[in-house]
Nanobody, 127 residues
Framework: QVQLVESGGGLVQAGGSLRLSCAAS????????MGWFRQAPGKEREFVAIKRSAGSTYYADSVKGRFTISRDYAKNTVDLQMSGLKPEDTAVYYC?????????????????????WGQGIQVTVSS
């Protein structure tokens, strides 16, 4: 059974940092793109960052320069280092994985293109 399990969320003050981690199990994800989405209360789920198996990375404009995604292919994990956090980063963060290959970053930003999801973890940034 495939599982994606997030950890590392919590409460942090504006300007602070957090590191999210996602541990995948049940299969190898070396050929998958893995990354992160988030959903704030009353809003739709939105793309945050993705790292393709070939190494390409994509970030939402709102997090560029502040968030860094990384993967450990041997451990089947994907991390999201978040710095310079803002209150508008407050959301439930979801780990996601897709085995499909797309040729534009736009496709990787669509949640419906992902096959596996974690249960989500809360990140709250206080002002």
């Amino acid at each position: 059974q495939v599982q994606l399990v997030e950890s590392g969320g919590g409460l942090v003050q504006a300007g602070g940092s957090l590191r999210l981690s996602c541990a995948a199990s049940g299969r190898t994800f070396n050929g998958y793109a893995m990354g992160w989405f988030r959903q704030a209360p009353g809003k739709e789920r939105e793309f945050v960052a993705i790292k393709r198996s070939a190494g390409s990375t994509y970030y939402a404009d709102s997090v560029k320069g502040r968030f860094t995604i990384s993967r450990d292919y041997a451990k089947n994990t994907v991390d999201l280092q978040m710095s310079g956090l803002k209150p508008e980063d407050t959301a439930v963060y979801y780990c996601a994985a897709t085995g499909r290959t797309f040729y534009t970053s736009a496709h990787y930003q669509r949640s419906q293109n992902y096959d596996y999801w974690g249960q989500g973890i809360q990140v709250t940034v206080s002002s």
